[in-house]
Nanobody
Framework: QLQLVESGGGLVQPGGSLRLSCVASGFTLDYYAIGWFRQAPGKEREGVSCISGSGGSANYADSVKGRFTISRDNARNTVWLQMNSLKPEDTAVYYC??????????????????WGQGTQVTVSS
């Protein structure tokens, strides 16, 4: 049983910051790329950021580049998404997801098979 649990969401004012956490269990984390996705009401799910299995590479959506930072510590089975300079349009449910990649440096947003339950992020004044 592969399991991912997100936490850290909440209500924040525009310009503020949040750090989301994703804790994994049931698999060897270093063989999996971890992605952060979000879905706002009435919109399609979109990829936000992805980090390679080793943590050596990362990718960001243009809408969050320069504001968000993804990181991981495989020894702690944890991936973080640091979100700074938050905007109202960042409001969404944020999900982490895992894709088996072996030893590759995959940092895309396709074919993630294991998903967390999501954590709500609301940016409002």
């Amino acid at each position: 049983q592969l399991q991912l649990v997100e936490s850290g969401g909440g209500l924040v004012q525009p310009g503020g910051s949040l750090r989301l956490s994703c804790v994994a269990s049931g698999f060897t984390l270093d063989y999996y790329a971890i992605g952060w996705f979000r879905q706002a009401p009435g919109k399609e799910r979109e990829g936000v950021s992805c980090i390679s299995g080793s943590g050596g590479s990362a990718n960001y959506a243009d809408s969050v580049k320069g504001r968000f930072t993804i990181s991981r510590d495989n020894a702690r089975n944890t991936v973080w998404l640091q979100m700074n300079s938050l905007k109202p349009e960042d409001t969404a449910v944020y999900y982490c997801a895992a894709r088996f990649v072996g030893y590759s440096d995959y940092v895309g947003f396709i074919d993630f098979g294991s998903w967390g339950q999501g954590t709500q992020v609301t940016v409002s004044s």
